[in-house]
């Protein structure tokens, strides 16, 4: 696989991202980086249905629902796939925008990644959409040095970096805008 991602790819959300060219729709998307109290962070193991040995792992997170806020979605989110209720939801790190293939589709988001620590290491997903039981093998608490060793996929594919850095430097004060991953 080359830079797909996925999370909620259910369809659930998709407006129009003013700043990002005319007429362009795209998924608005919340994202969490969620770290327990030793600095590690929590990723889904995903793959594309009709090919499971394409993997990867990526940040909870998924498409916003009716009115709902960035910060709303995040939360649910985290909740459905994670199971992880007590959070404390931080500042946005970064946004991102990104288009891929995915299970017959192609997927076109605008992406936000929230920081959120929890105490709450045991996961139990209960909420997943049907796409996302067909595409979602498991989730991993990875450290830093896990994260950057690692020759598996990973979404954001500089996530590695951008972990270190957040866990050196705290968060960015302004959200840093990533570069597109468009496949």
């Given at each position: 696989?080359?830079?797909?991602e996925?999370?909620?790819?259910?369809?659930?959300?998709?407006?129009?991202?003013?700043?990002?060219?005319?007429?362009?729709?795209?998924?608005?998307?919340?994202?969490?980086?969620?770290?327990?109290?030793?600095?590690?962070?929590?990723?889904?193991?995903?793959?594309e249905?009709?090919?499971?040995?394409?993997?990867?792992?990526?940040?909870?997170?998924?498409?916003?629902?009716?009115?709902?806020?960035?910060?709303?979605?995040?939360?649910?989110?985290?909740?459905?796939?994670?199971?992880?209720?007590?959070?404390?939801?931080?500042?946005?790190?970064?946004?991102?925008?990104?288009?891929?293939?995915?299970?017959?589709?192609?997927?076109?988001?605008?992406?936000?990644?929230?920081?959120?620590?929890?105490?709450?290491?045991?996961?139990?997903?209960?909420?997943?959409?049907?796409?996302?039981?067909r595409?979602?093998?498991?989730?991993?608490?990875?450290?830093?040095?896990?994260?950057?060793?690692?020759?598996?996929?990973?979404?954001?594919?500089?996530?590695?970096?951008?972990?270190h850095?957040?866990?050196?430097?705290?968060?960015?004060?302004?959200?840093?805008?990533?570069?597109?991953?468009?496949v």
């Open positions: 696989m080359t830079a797909r996925t999370g909620d790819v259910a369809g659930r959300g998709a407006g129009d991202v003013t700043g990002y060219g005319a007429g362009v729709v795209r998924r608005r998307v919340a994202r969490v980086v969620l770290l327990d109290p030793d600095d590690r962070i929590l990723l889904l193991n995903g793959y249905p009709d090919d499971p040995a394409q993997t990867w792992w990526f940040t909870p997170g998924g498409g916003l629902e009716g009115d709902e806020t960035r910060e709303q979605a995040a939360l649910r989110e985290l909740a459905e796939e994670t199971g992880i209720t007590d959070v404390e939801l931080g500042p946005v790190l970064w946004r991102r925008i990104c288009s891929f293939p995915f299970d017959g589709r192609r997927w076109d988001q605008d992406e936000w990644y929230y920081l959120a620590r929890t105490t709450q290491t045991a996961t139990a997903p209960a909420g997943l959409t049907e796409l996302e039981a595409s979602v093998a498991g989730l991993r608490w990875w450290t830093s040095a896990e994260l950057s060793a690692a020759r598996e996929t990973v979404y954001p594919t500089r996530l590695a970096e951008l972990l850095r957040l866990l050196d430097e705290g968060p960015p004060s302004a959200p840093v805008v990533l570069a597109p991953e468009i």
